[in-house]
Nanobody, 121 residues
Framework: QVQLVESGGGLVQAGGSLRLSCAAS????????MGWYRQTPGGQRELVAN???????NYADTVKDRFTITRDDAKKTVYLQMNSLKPEDTAVYYC???????????????WGQGTQVTVSS
């Protein structure tokens, strides 16, 4: 069974920084893309940043130059360094990974449980 376990959320003042981590565990094959999404109450889940295979990166315009996504394939972990945080960054942040599932014989989407990030003004 594949699990994505997130950590690093919390409360921070505007202008501060947080680092999110997400580790994949279980029995599976290769990991394709890994990334982060966020969702506010009543809002849709939106892409924050992701890293497809080849380690290129994609960022939402709202976080470019403030957030940095990295991944450590040996640790099966993706990180999101968030700097210069703003109140509008407040949301539940979800880790996402596209992982090869042996039993299915295909790549499948997996999500973490979500971690709350709250930025006070």
């Amino acid at each position: 069974q594949v699990q994505l376990v997130e950590s690093g959320g919390g409360l921070v003042q505007a202008g501060g920084s947080l680092r999110l981590s997400c580790a994949a565990s279980g029995s599976f094959g290769s990991i394709n893309a890994m990334g982060w999404y966020r969702q506010t109450p009543g809002g849709q889940r939106e892409l924050v940043a992701n890293m497809p295979t080849g380690h290129s990166t994609n960022y939402a315009d709202t976080v470019k130059d403030r957030f940095t996504i990295t991944r450590d394939d040996a640790k099966k972990t993706v990180y999101l360094q968030m700097n210069s945080l703003k109140p509008e960054d407040t949301a539940v942040y979800y880790c996402n990974a596209v992982i090869w599932v042996y039993g299915a014989g295909s790549y499948r989407d997996f999500w973490g449980q979500g971690t709350q990030v709250t930025v006070s003004s």
